[in-house]
């Protein structure tokens, strides 16, 4: 079964600082994807950026972009020039069996 | 299209009670998730279907819960004889098949049982 570890329940940085969000996860799959979500305060989740196991490069929106060690089964996010927008909870998940598997979650805030 | 809508946004309702809410998908997205969320937690996988047939259904959806997706558009999640354990965000995603976890998710109902 696939499992996502999100060790970090809160973090908090400077507005325009760099901030690097981390993921652990499990899976006996070879090609997969992984995703990072984000739900801001009483909104809805959107997706963040997505990662397709089988591509060596990372994956880069915007100021967003992941570190993905496939090997240790890492997946961090890297948030640069943090806004105040960015204040969230953030999600890591991956694919398993036709749904999502989610982590518990990093609460992100950004300070001005 | 206005993505994906859930109703109602907030639910109060009396131990012991039934309640259901509402989930309207994207049109064109043939899959569509339940999945639950505790204060704090990440959500957590309750059920889905594809098209009209419901395919999964987590060992968290115990016999009080069941949902609905009839003619493959809407769906509705009912709760029966609710628990003070029931309260908690219930959220929507919807999907193509083809989308490999590309869900686009809704707001969410925040059930209190009091």
């Known amino acids: 079964a696939q499992t996502v570890t999100q060790s970090q329940p809160e973090m908090s940085v400077q507005e325009a600082e760099t901030v690097t969000l981390s993921c652990t996860y499990d899976?006996?799959?070879?090609?997969?994807?992984l995703f990072w979500y984000k739900q801001p305060p009483s909104r809805q989740m959107i997706l963040v950026i997505r990662?397709?196991?089988?591509?060596?490069q990372n994956a880069t929106e915007n100021r967003f972009s992941v570190n993905f060690q496939k090997a240790a089964k890492s997946f961090s996010l890297k948030i640069s020039d943090s806004q105040l927008g960015d204040t969230a909870m953030y999600f890591c998940?991956?694919?398993?069996?036709?749904?999502?598997?989610f982590g518990q979650g990093t609460r992100l805030t950004i300070n001005p | 299209d206005t993505g994906v809508s859930q109703n109602p946004r907030h639910k109060i309702t009396k131990r012991g009670q039934n309640v259901t809410f509402r989930c309207d998908p994207i049109?064109?997205?043939?899959?569509l998730y339940w999945y639950r969320q505790t204060l704090g937690q990440g959500p957590e996988f309750l059920t889905y279907?594809?098209?009209?047939?419901?395919?999964?259904k987590s060992r968290l959806l115990s016999d009080r819960f069941s949902a609905e997706r009839p003619k493959g558009s809407f769906s509705t999640l009912e709760i029966q004889r609710t628990e003070q354990g029931d309260s908690a965000m219930y959220l929507c995603?919807?999907?193509?098949?083809?989308?490999?976890?590309?869900?686009?998710f809704g707001s969410g109902t925040r059930l209190t049982v009091v």
């Open positions: 995603a919807s999907s193509r098949a083809s989308t490999v976890g590309g869900y686009t």
């Open positions: 899976t006996s799959e070879n090609n997969y994807y």
């Open positions: 990662q397709e196991a089988y591509k060596q």
């Open positions: 998940a991956l694919p398993g069996a036709q749904k999502l598997v």
């Open positions: 049109s064109e997205h043939n899959r």
């Open positions: 279907f594809q098209n009209e047939a419901q395919l999964e």
